[in-house]
C-alpha cells in the first residue's frame, strides 16, 4: 500500500485560533481523506508550537504557569477544530517528552557530523518571530529605531554565547537539491523566490538562546534552550517516532518519512525550505518531498492579525455556517498558492450558489421525483427519444470528464480548479433536467422511458459527484449517498471503481435538505452585531487578564460598554454609570517627557490638567514612543488614580491609550479638535 504522509504548520499558543489556521488544516484533511479514498496509507499529522519568549512572557502576563497556560490555548485549538472533524492522527506538542526526546537526538545527529559549534552571537532580535535580524533587514521607526519587518515592533540588540549551525555550508546543497527536485518547493514562484534568496548566500544561525528559559535544553548545555524553529521544525519526524517511541518509534519513522506533502503559509517559507532541510542534511535524513506554500486569507485587504482586529472570529464563522461549508468555501474561493479575501458576502454567496441552490437542490429535486414518480426506487436507463438518449449520453460524458479533470487538478493540488470542474459538470446536469422536463413527463404515460431516463442520469451523476466531493464534503456526501440508498461508506468507494449506470433499482432513502439557503440579508446583520460584540469581550478579557506591571501603565479603556448591544453579552463585565462616573477622566497637556535612567520601559511626563502645577506621571510606553515627539500632545489622564511609587518616583495619574495586538503596544488617546487642559471627559 502507498503511504502518504501530510503535515500542517504547528500552529502557535501565542494566540488563539483563526480562519487562517483552519485553513491551513482542512487543506491537509482534504487531502488525507482524498489520499485514503484513493487506497493510500495516510499519516496527517497536525499540531502546536509550544516553546519561546513569547509564550513565556504571555504566561507571566497572564499571571499563571507557563504550562498551564499552554494547556490552556491548546484546549482552545482542539475545541476550535472540534467541529471540523478532522482526521489527524496526532496532535504534536512540542511540550511533549516524546518530541524533546526526538529534538535532542537531531541535535546531537548534527552535531556529532560537526554542523553545529559554540560562538557568540549579536544581533537584532524580535521575540514575536523569535528571529534575528540583520541591520539592513530592519524596518527603520520613529527616531531610528529598528523595528521587526514583520511585526513592524522594535528591534533588542541582544550579545549572548550561543551555538550556532553552519547553515552557510549547505548553500550549494540545497542548491542542488531545489535543482533536482523541482517540485521540492511548490508553487513555481514561491521556488523561484527561495532559489535567489538562497543564491544570495547564507549566513550560520544562531540555534540556542541563554536567555529563553522556556525551551528545549540544549543536551550537556542546560544553560541553553534550544533555538524555537530548532525545535519546532523537528516535529515533522519527532511525531511518527524519530528518537522515541512515539507510534513504535524507529519503524514507523522510517516507514512515514519523508512526508510528501507539507503544508505551509507564505509566511513561513524560509523556515520550511532552507533551515528545515539544512538540519535533516546535517543529521543524514531525506527531505520531505514536496513543501507547498499556501497564500494568505486577507480580511479587507490586510493579512489577518489580532494586531489589526481583523482575524475572521470562529465563533461567529461557525454560528452561521456548518464546517463543511467553510470546507467548501475555503477551498473553492482561494486560488491555492495565492492570497484571497475573505468576505461573508463571499461565503454566503458562495454557499447559496454552488451548495443549496445548486449540489443540495440536484440531490432534493432529483430524489423528490424518484420518490413520487417511481416509488422511490432509481429507474434504470430505459430507451427514449434518441434526441434524449444524445443528450443523456452527454451528461454521462461530461460528468465523467469531470471526474477525470477532478483528480488530475486535485493532483496538482489545484483544489479551487478540480472543484469546479465538478460545478461545470452539475451545470450541465441541472440544464439537462430542466431542457426535458421531468414533472410534465410524468403527466404523460406514454412519456416513461423519458422520465425514467432523466431520473436515471440525474441520479447517477449525483452519485459520482457524492464520491468525488467525498474529501471535501465528508458529511453532506454520506448523506447524499445514503438518501441514494447505497450502503456503506462513501469514503471508501474508489472513484475509478464506480461505474455508470450501477445506480439503477436502488430504493431511495429518506430525503432530507442538505443545504438550507442562508438569508443573506439576515446573516449579514447578525454577523455584523456579533463581531463587534465578541471584539468588545476579547478587549476586556485582554485587560482583565494582564497584571498591571507588565502592560504600560497607562491601562486601556476598554470600549465594550459602547460597543455592547441592548441584551447582555457573556464575557462582558458590565458596570453601571455611577461606577463610571467614579473615574475622573481629564485632558492634560504634555509639558515634559524624558526617559528614566535603568527603566527600558518607562517615561516621566510632567502634565498641565489645568491644575496650579503640572503632574508627574509615569508610563510603560519608552518601547513605543520618542519622548521629544510627545511634547504638546494632548491626552486622557485618569486624574483621581492613587499616586503610586514607580522606580522610586510617584506617579500622580494615569495616561489612557489602546492596547493593540498580543504585546499590548499602547496608542495613546487623543483628540481631533481643539480641547482646553483640564477638560472633564464623561
Ligand atoms: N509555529 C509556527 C510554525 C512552526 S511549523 C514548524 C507558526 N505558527 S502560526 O500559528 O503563526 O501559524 C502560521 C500558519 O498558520 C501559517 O503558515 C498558515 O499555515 C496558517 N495561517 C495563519 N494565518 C493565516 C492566514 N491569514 N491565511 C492562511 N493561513 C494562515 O508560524
Redesign the pocket.
Known amino acids: 500500500m502507498n503511504k502518504f504522509y501530510v503535515t500542517?504548520?504547528?500552529?502557535?499558543v501565542n494566540?488563539y485560533p483563526?480562519?487562517?489556521?483552519v485553513?491551513?488544516t482542512i487543506i491537509a484533511d482534504t487531502v488525507a481523506r482524498y489520499k485514503r479514498q484513493r487506497g493510500h496509507e495516510v499519516f496527517f499529522l497536525t499540531g502546536t508550537?509550544e516553546h519561546g519568549i513569547n509564550i513565556e512572557r504571555a504566561a507571566e502576563a497572564a499571571g499563571v504557569p507557563v504550562k498551564e497556560h499552554v494547556d490552556r490555548i491548546v484546549d482552545s485549538f482542539k475545541t476550535a477544530f472540534a467541529p471540523f472533524e478532522f482526521t489527524n492522527q496526532h496532535w504534536v506538542r512540542t511540550t511533549d517528552e516524546s518530541h524533546k526526546e526526538g529534538v535532542r537526538k537531531l541535535w546531537q545527529a548534527a552535531k556529532a557530523n560537526g554542523w553545529i559549534y559554540k560562538g557568540k552571537y549579536e544581533g537584532w532580535y524580535c521575540g514575536n518571530c523569535n528571529e534575528f535580524y540583520q541591520e539592513a533587514e530592519a524596518v527603520k521607526g520613529d527616531g531610528d529605531v529598528l523595528l521587526c519587518p514583520t511585526h513592524e515592533r522594535p528591534l533588542e540588540l541582544l550579545s549572548e554565547e550561543s551555538y550556532f549551525f553552519k547553515l552557510s555550508a549547505f548553500q550549494e546543497k540545497l542548491l542542488e537539491h531545489y535543482e533536482k527536485n523541482p517540485h521540492f518547493i511548490r508553487p513555481e514562484t514561491r521556488r523561484n523566490e527561495v532559489l535567489s534568496f538562497v543564491r544570495g548566500g547564507l549566513n550560520d544561525l544562531s540555534v540556542s538562546r541563554v536567555s529563553v528559559k522556556w525551551g528545549i535544553p540544549v543536551p550537556d548545555d542546560p544553560e541553553h534552550t534550544m533555538y524555537v524553529?530548532f525545535d519546532?521544525?523537528s516535529?515533522?519526524i519527532t511525531a511518527i517516532g524519530y528518537g522515541n517511541e512515539q507510534f513504535g518509534g524507529e519503524e514507523h519513522f522510517k516507514k512515514f518519512w519523508p512526508a510528501n506533502l507539507q503544508?505551509?503559509?507564505?509566511?513561513?517559507l524560509r523556515?520550511?525550505t532552507v533551515y528545515w532541510p539544512a538540519f535533516l542534511m546535517a543529521a543524514g535524513l531525506p527531505l520531505p518531498k514536496t513543501v507547498y506554500s499556501?497564500?494568505?486569507?486577507?480580511s479587507g485587504g490586510r493579512?489577518?492579525s489580532k494586531t489589526l482586529g481583523n482575524v475572521i472570529d470562529l465563533a461567529v464563522l461557525q454560528k452561521h455556517f456548518s464546517p463543511e461549508t467553510v470546507r467548501y468555501f475555503v477551498l473553492r474561493e482561494m486560488v491555492f498558492g495565492q492570497d484571497g479575501d475573505f468576505t461573508y458576502e463571499a461565503l454566503l454567496d458562495r454557499v447559496n450558489a454552488d451548495l443549496a441552490s445548486g449540489l443540495g437542490n440536484l440531490a432534493s429535486r432529483t430524489l423528490t421525483m424518484v420518490r413520487n414518480f417511481c416509488d422511490g426506487v432509481i429507474p434504470s436507463a430505459g430507451a427514449a427519444s434518441t434526441d434524449l438518449t444524445t443528450q443523456a449520453s452527454e451528461v454521462r460524458e461530461a460528468v465523467e470528464q469531470a471526474v477525470a479533470a477532478f483528480d488530475r487538478e486535485f493532483d496538482e493540488y489545484n483544489f479551487s480548479r478540480a472543484i469546479e470542474a465538478l460545478s461545470n459538470a452539475r451545470f450541465r446536469v441541472d440544464k439537462f433536467i430542466s431542457d426535458a422536463k421531468p414533472w410534465d413527463l410524468a403527466k404523460d404515460a406514454a412519456k416513461r422511458a423519458e422520465l425514467e431516463l432523466v431520473l436515471h442520469t440525474a441520479a447517477e451523476a449525483l452519485r459520482f459527484f457524492a464520491v468525488l466531493l467525498a474529501p471535501v464534503l465528508p458529511n453532506a456526501t454520506q448523506a447524499i449517498w445514503n438518501q441514494l440508498g447505497e450502503s456503506g461508506e462513501v469514503n471508501q468507494v474508489l472513484p475509478s471503481n464506480l461505474n455508470w449506470g450501477d445506480v439503477a433499482q436502488k430504493q431511495i432513502g429518506e430525503i432530507a435538505a442538505i443545504f438550507p439557503r442562508l438569508d443573506k440579508k439576515k446573516v449579514m446583520e447578525e454577523i455584523k452585531q456579533e463581531e463587534a460584540a465578541s471584539q468588545a469581550a476579547r478587549a476586556q478579557e485582554t485587560k482583565q487578564e494582564a497584571p498591571a506591571e507588565t502592560k504600560p501603565a497607562e491601562a486601556t479603556p476598554a470600549p465594550a460598554a459602547a460597543a455592547a448591544p441592548a441584551e447582555p453579552v457573556p464575557g462582558i463585565a458590565y458596570i453601571g454609570i455611577e461606577d463610571f462616573l467614579k473615574v475622573e477622566l481629564r485632558v492634560g497637556e504634555i509639558k515634559t517627557a524624558e526617559r528614566i535612567p535603568k527603566a527600558d520601559k518607562l517615561l516621566r511626563f510632567t502634565i498641565d490638567l489645568g491644575e496650579a502645577a503640572p503632574r508627574q506621571i509615569l508610563a510603560g510606553i519608552a518601547q513605543y514612543y520618542e519622548p521629544e515627539k510627545l511634547i504638546g500632545r494632548k491626552v486622557i489622564v485618569v486624574a483621581n488614580l492613587a499616586p503610586r511609587k514607580l522606580r522610586g518616583l510617584e506617579s500622580q495619574g494615569m495616561i489612557l491609550a489602546a492596547s493593540v495586538g498580543e504585546e499590548g503596544r499602547p496608542i495613546l488617546a487623543g483628540f481631533l479638535e481643539e480641547v482646553p487642559n483640564g477638560a472633564k471627559l464623561k
Open positions: 500542517t504548520p504547528i500552529y502557535y494566540s483563526h480562519l487562517g489556521h485553513y491551513t508550537d524553529w519546532a521544525l516535529n515533522y503544508l505551509v503559509g507564505k509566511d513561513i523556515f520550511h499556501h497564500g494568505m486569507w486577507l493579512k489577518m
